[in-house]
């Protein structure tokens, strides 16, 4: 009887070890599934951050594209304004106005 009792005795110091086992691998599941959903909203966090810098990149490219076109006309429209004076003023020596 005295060896049963041991052998139960032993039983249940490892199921309660098991136990306790298992109640610690639940926790560090519960803390991993905490970190991942944390790390999960920082990457959507950033994604959209990404998202709103690329939207603010395009938006400076088309008004530097837009800029370049204005400043290639306004030097288009001065070379062709200093053309003409010289016109002009080639006419006016040979004509005499």
Do not use: F, P
């Not at 610690?24 to 998202?51: M, P, V």
């Not at 594209?65 to 002009?88: C, F, Y």
């Amino acid at each position: 009887m005295d060896s049963a009792n041991e052998a139960l005795s032993a039983k249940e110091t490892v199921i309660a070890e098991l136990e306790s086992q298992v109640s610690e691998a639940k926790s560090s599941l519960k803390s991993a599934h905490a970190d991942i959903q944390e790390k999960q909203t920082k990457l959507e966090e950033l994604e959209q951050a990404k998202d709103a810098a690329e939207q603010l990149l395009e938006e400076v490219q088309v008004k530097l594209r837009a800029l370049q076109d204005e400043r290639d006309t306004d030097d288009s429209a001065a070379l062709l304004d200093s053309i003409k004076a010289e016109v002009r003023l080639s006419h006016c020596m040979r004509t005499g106005c």
